[in-house]
């Protein structure tokens, strides 16, 4: 299995809503990441997990909450949002060595994404 | 602040003409290269990569080609169809960590007319 699947695949939310998105990988990846991609501009990364714990957050607002339960999945917790966050999320796993030759090899998968919409 | 950017955002040909995508990075530290390809609807999948010690690697209909000199990473592809009609990111990695924060370029839509 080679696929990063993600829920759901649309999400139109209010701005005091909460809604999660999801996140599987079966490739026993234990690096996985969340990036935001608005249209027509390259995905931005947001957070980092490896080896479930976050590794990485790139300033991200607290209304952004990532959680890995377990090493093949990841959540996003939505709280609050506003119109300007409504953006494809896409979701990301790699292999996450520990050395620098491991990391020559760490192809990020991406799954197809959740187009959210914030009302 | 560093990044990764490319000489042109549209690319047209005609089906069958090879077609080369241009990136230039301005990371010196950067040592590992992805190119990615996004169709609409869908996340980026990849398409081929390339590691700083290299200055070429191909795959099937793809060669990438690195010169570290100038900062500079393409894409050619060969025998361009119709399907291969999306946006191509390149993306740099700086090692030292044992996973990578990929830093993309703007992308460059490639339209391919049949």
């Known amino acids: 299995d080679t696929e990063v699947t993600q829920t759901p695949k649309h999400l139109v939310m209010g701005m005091t809503n909460k809604k999660s998105l999801k996140c599987e990988q079966h490739?026993?990846?234990?690096?996985m990441y969340w990036y935001k991609q608005k249209a027509k501009k390259p995905p931005e990364l947001m957070f980092v997990?490896?080896?479930?714990?976050?590794?990485i957050n790139e300033s991200v607002p607290s209304r952004f909450s990532p959680e890995c339960p377990n090493s093949s999945l990841l959540n996003l917790h939505l709280h609050a949002l506003q119109p300007e966050d409504s953006a494809l999320y896409l979701c990301?796993?790699?292999?996450?060595?520990?050395?620098?030759?491991?990391?020559?090899?760490?192809?990020?998968?991406f799954g197809p994404g959740t187009r959210l919409t914030v009302l | 602040g560093e990044s990764v950017g490319l000489h042109l955002p549209t690319l047209s040909v005609q089906e069958g003409d090879n077609s080369i995508i241009n990136c230039a990075y301005s990371?010196?530290?950067?040592?590992?290269f992805i190119w990615y390809k996004q169709e609409s609807g869908k996340g980026p999948q990849f398409i081929i990569d390339?590691?700083?010690?290299?200055d070429k690697r191909q795959g099937q209909r793809v060669t990438v080609l690195l010169n570290k000199t100038v900062k500079h990473l393409s894409l050619q592809i060969a025998a361009t169809q119709p399907g291969d009609s999306a946006v191509y990111f390149c993306?740099?990695?700086?090692?030292?960590?044992?996973?990578?924060?990929?830093?993309f370029g703007q992308g460059t839509i490639l339209t391919v007319h049949p």
């Open positions: 990301a796993s790699s292999q996450a060595g520990r050395g620098l030759v491991d990391s020559l090899n760490n192809e990020q998968f």
């Open positions: 390339i590691r700083s010690n290299m």
């Open positions: 993306a740099e990695k700086v090692g030292g960590t044992s996973y990578g924060k990929l830093t």
């Open positions: 997990y490896s080896y479930e714990k976050l590794s």
């Open positions: 990371n010196s530290a950067s040592d590992y």
């Open positions: 490739m026993g990846h234990r690096a």
